[in-house]
């Protein structure tokens, strides 16, 4: 399997380094072949610039960094996002991302006056990491909160249903929450089918 690896978090000491790190040592050893896109060690412009009003707007064609990040994920078997969570959601340039890249004609279409998702239905894995409890998550709502906004707001929307969601929560609360949770990203990537 061809795996490609969003990562949110230029730090390479950080612990979603260390996550990204054990995921793919995890699916390497299963056979797997990883990609790595580090969105701001890579240089990507998460700012959804005039040239990306001019494609909408059908005055230019889709800029070449998008076609490029997209021509990534067309040819990955599954998609894994390692991000940490930032107020309840992904860090600016995650969101960026998926707003210049997921656009009309290519993650979706309109079609007889409905929205139909043109992404393929590949195994996406959604690895947050928070400092909150999973106590404090759950008492919020944010779980349920996620799913509705990542999970089904924006893949179930461009047609990947296969979206799991991970979050790696109490990382602020010892080595014993992230060694745990460096083995769960370990075990996921020797683990992950397409």
Known sequence: MRILIVQAQPDATSFSAAV????????????HVIEVINLINDGFSSDFAQPDLDRYHGKAPVPGDVRDQQARIDAADALILVFPIYWWSFPAVLKGWIDRVFIADWAFKFQGGKVVG??????????????GSHEGYRKHGYHTAFDTQVATGIFRFCGVQRVHTHLLLDVESGPEYRNAHLETA????RSIAP
């Open 20 to 31: 990204e790190a054990a995921f793919t040592k995890g699916a390497e050893a299963a056979g």
């Open 118 to 131: 043109t992404m393929r239905d590949i195994p996406v894995h959604l690895l947050g990491l928070g400092g």
């Open 186 to 189: 370990e075990r996921l990537g």
